[in-house]
């Protein structure tokens, strides 16, 4: 198909994309007044072809349409001249002297035509130049890994309101068991805070990573550390009733101790890394 242009980039540029996709980047800038032909329309995109060939989506209500070209009309036809009569043939006069030669006109100089400058460089770097309604930018683009990671930090915020320590009907929620038992099982008081702000703090990370994608790597530091704090939490348990049994000659067992939500706490950092991973695999 040969090339007609039928639009061009209005004042300011115009942002291109790959395809009519609101989640995706501008690939380039177009300059303004570059000349394009429009393939195709879809809602508010335009799919156009410029003149090198290069084809991309556009924010179709931006461009500016080129006037119509009248098509010329056919010269009119050369009227029949009427047969001339004939008439005798004149007496055949002596030759006339040679004219001189007239002297040799100088050529008129021809203007040349104005050049379509060609698209600039400026089309392989992204402008900031605002993007069609829809286009996201620098927004958050919710996949797989981000739903997973989700509900992951769902269940670390639960599970930090929920009860760790379970010893003959006494409970102890996260919040009441003092994190320095998480570096020594032979602790008696609560010291610095919780261990339930602990895994809320996890909690909140692994959901800043979801929605702000510069610091996308909070979700797999937030899901990781969930994983620890429950580790270590299960490990000085495992320690304390050890030590109690050896020193009372008691016989208690670890889930005499604690309850499960530990190990949820750990089976969901674990999920919320791995939604961390798969968001950062995401194409951009």
């Not at 309604?133 to 797989?144: D, K, T």
């Not at 670890?254 to 999920?271: E, S």
Request: include cysteine; hydrophobic fraction near 50%.
């Amino acid at each position: 198909m040969a090339y007609a242009p039928t639009h061009d980039a209005p004042e300011g540029g115009l942002p291109a994309y790959a395809a009519p996709d609101p989640t995706q980047a501008p690939v380039a800038q177009l300059d303004a007044g570059l000349e394009m032909q429009l393939l195709e329309r879809r809602a508010d995109w335009a799919h156009i072809l410029c003149s090198n060939g290069w084809e991309a989506w556009v924010d179709a209500r931006r461009l500016v349409e080129r006037p119509a070209l009248s098509p010329t009309p056919p010269p009119p036809p050369t009227p029949t001249p009427p047969p001339t009569p004939t008439t005798p043939a004149p007496p055949v006069a002596a030759p006339a002297p040679a004219a001189a030669t007239p002297p040799p006109t100088a050529p008129t100089p021809v203007t040349p035509a104005p050049v379509t400058p060609a698209p600039s460089e400026g089309w392989a770097i992204p402008s900031p130049a605002a993007a069609p309604p829809g286009a996201s930018g620098g927004g958050v683009n919710i996949g797989p890994g981000q739903v997973v990671a989700l509900a992951a930090a769902a269940v670390v915020l639960l599970s930090a309101w929920l009860n760790w320590g379970d010893f003959e009907g006494e409970t102890a929620s996260a919040y009441t068991i003092g994190s320095k038992f998480l570096f020594d099982s032979s602790i008696d008081d609560k010291g610095l805070i919780g261990i339930g702000y602990l895994v809320l703090l996890c909690a909140a990370m692994i959901v800043v990573g979801v929605f702000v994608k510069p610091v996308r790597v909070l979700t797999i530091v937030g899901g990781g550390l969930a994983v620890v704090i429950a580790l270590l939490f299960v490990f000085q348990a495992n320690g304390f009733v050890n030590n109690a049994n050896d020193d009372f000659g008691l016989d208690i067992r670890l889930f005499d101790f604690i309850t499960y939500v530990p190990f949820l706490t750990v089976v969901a950092g674990a999920v919320a890394v791995v939604g961390g991973v798969l968001a950062l695999a995401q194409k951009q």
